[in-house]
T-cell receptor
Framework: AQSVSQHNHHVILSEAASLELGCNYS??????LFWYVQYPGQHLQLLLK??????LVKGIKGFEAEFIKSKFSFNLRKPSVQWSDTAEYFC??????????????FGTGTRLQVTL | DSGVTQTPKHLITATGQRVTLRCSPR?????VYWYQQSLDQGLQFLIQ???????AKGNILERFSAQQFPDLHSELNLSSLELGDSALYFC??????????????FGPGTRLTVT
């Protein structure tokens, strides 16, 4: 079974600070990896995804993530956060099966609070 | 806007009652997923349908059931409701094949409050 760990539950940063949110997964096979963001009162939006290829992926709003296979990690980064980045961030995985969609397993989420 | 719609947005009901949540996937998407988001359990996968057939089951209670209709919309039925069923219920959809099938698009959710 797949599982996802997000070690930071609540992060508070000042604007312009750099961000790194940790995500580790557990799964015996090949996975697809995702970061979703949930702004207060809103639905989940996809920030970025990794299927294969370059392990450094860039997403929307200046976010990027690096897949490190040997560490089973997919950490999210942003060089300089903005107040509008205040939200909850979820790491998710699903099993990589060619041509078949499958369920997402989510981490518990990290609440990011950016102060002015 | 993800293209996935859910109704209603909010639902308040009493314990013991039954409710139906509705989801319309993005145009062309054959897979529909239901997730429950609660404070104590986080985001949990409930069930997946693909082109009208149940594809995978997660932590779905026996009091809950779902179906996907020929027009691909899906309904999640929750019965004998308990206080602990209060949560945000999300629907997601994905394309049927290829790498685009790995990516799920989420609807705005239905917030269920059981009193």
């Amino acid at each position: 079974a797949q599982s996802v760990s997000q070690h930071n539950h609540h992060v508070i940063l000042s604007e312009a600070a750099s961000l790194e949110l940790g995500c580790n997964y557990s799964y015996g096979g090949t996975v697809n990896l995702f970061w979703y963001v949930q702004y207060p009162g809103q639905h989940l939006q996809l920030l970025l995804k990794y299927f294969s290829g370059d392990p450094l992926v860039k997403g929307i709003k200046g976010f990027e993530a690096e897949f490190i296979k040997s560490k089973f990690s997919f950490n999210l980064r942003k060089p300089s956060v903005q107040w509008s980045d205040t939200a909850e961030y979820f790491c998710a995985v699903n099993a990589h099966r060619t041509g078949t969609a499958s369920k997402l397993t989510f981490g518990t989420g990290t609440r990011l609070q950016v102060t002015l | 806007d993800s293209g996935v719609t859910q109704t209603p947005k909010h639902l308040i009901t009493a314990t013991g009652q039954r409710v139906t949540l509705r989801c319309s996937p993005r145009s062309g998407d054959l897979s529909v997923y239901w997730y429950q988001q609660s404070l104590d359990q986080g985001l949990q996968f409930l069930i997946q349908y693909y082109n009208g057939e149940e594809r995978a089951k997660g932590n779905i209670l026996e009091r809950f059931s779902a179906q996907q209709f020929p027009d691909l919309h899906s309904e999640l039925n929750l019965s004998s409701l308990e206080l602990g069923d209060s949560a945000l219920y999300f629907c997601a959809s994905s394309a049927s094949t290829g790498t685009s099938g790995y990516e799920q698009y989420f609807g705005p959710g239905t917030r269920l409050t059981v009193t």
